[in-house]
């Protein structure tokens, strides 16, 4: 056995989506680049279609469906989708995409252990449309965010934010390239901090390397081409 097969996993989680999944491979990439020590129990969807489920299979976690489509409401759906997870067991949950409002309930089942991540710089742009909004609202810049979830939409304690420079000639589209793009790095790094102890969120307060967080640490340039970090 080679020493790589030998480092612990030492984070279990189970990742949520609901379309097409490049969050998830940028982590995947980092797992198996033994970049990143998280042990993806599962990959989880509220739509049977969904392409990041695909890209699961493809790389051989095991997934599942629980079809938002089958609930009469949103607490009974929330409450099918905790049985489902916990029978995986997970440390954490990695939203990557994962679209529905979740209930108090399923936030409290999981408190401080649900991570997601949000193309805007948090709390500025919540919700859906960011980069027309951001051009729309003429900001110098935009970006992306993660952060631990709480009970309000795109709200919960701001673990990073990854800025993505605004240019004259810039749409939706190259605008929303360039972001996804910084999230493809500032996901895998923050859970990096996250599986190798040097973030911890304690009663909704984020501590990094011992030290309480209480704003954002600013990753500049995580948008560029080149290797990820
Ligand atoms: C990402 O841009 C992510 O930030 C966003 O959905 C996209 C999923 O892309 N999440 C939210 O808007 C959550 N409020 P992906 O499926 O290719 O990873």
Known sequence: MSSSNLKPRTLSAVVLLSGTGTNFSAIAKAIQQDALP?????????????QGL????????????????????????????????????????????YMRILTPAFVAH????????????????????????????????????????SDLLDDGPLVAHAPVPIQPDDTAQTLAA?????????????????ATGRLQCIHH???????RLSQPIRLDGLYQSGPSP
Do not use: M
Request: glycine share 4%; proline share 6%; hydrophobic share 40%.
């Open 205 to 211: 307060q984020l501590w990094l390397d011992g030290a």
């Open 54 to 97: 695909e890209r699961a299979r493809a790389l051989q976690y095991p997934t599942q469906t629980v079809d938002a489509s089958q609930y009469p409401d949103r607490a009974t759906y929330d409450q099918a989708l905790i049985k489902a997870i916990d029978a995986y067991a997970p440390q954490l949950l990695v939203l990557a995409g």
């Open 110 to 149: 999981y408190s401080d252990r649900i991570i997601n991540i949000h193309p805007s710089l948090l709390p500025s742009l919540k919700g859906l449309h960011t980069h027309q909004r951001a051009l729309d609202a003429r900001h110098a810049e935009h970006g992306c965010s993660v952060h631990f979830v």
């Open 38 to 50: 998280i042990d993806i129990r599962a990959v989880l969807s509220d739509r049977p279609r969904a």
């Open 178 to 194: 360039r972001v996804q793009a910084a999230e493809h790095r500032l996901y895998p790094t923050v859970l990096g901090w996250l």
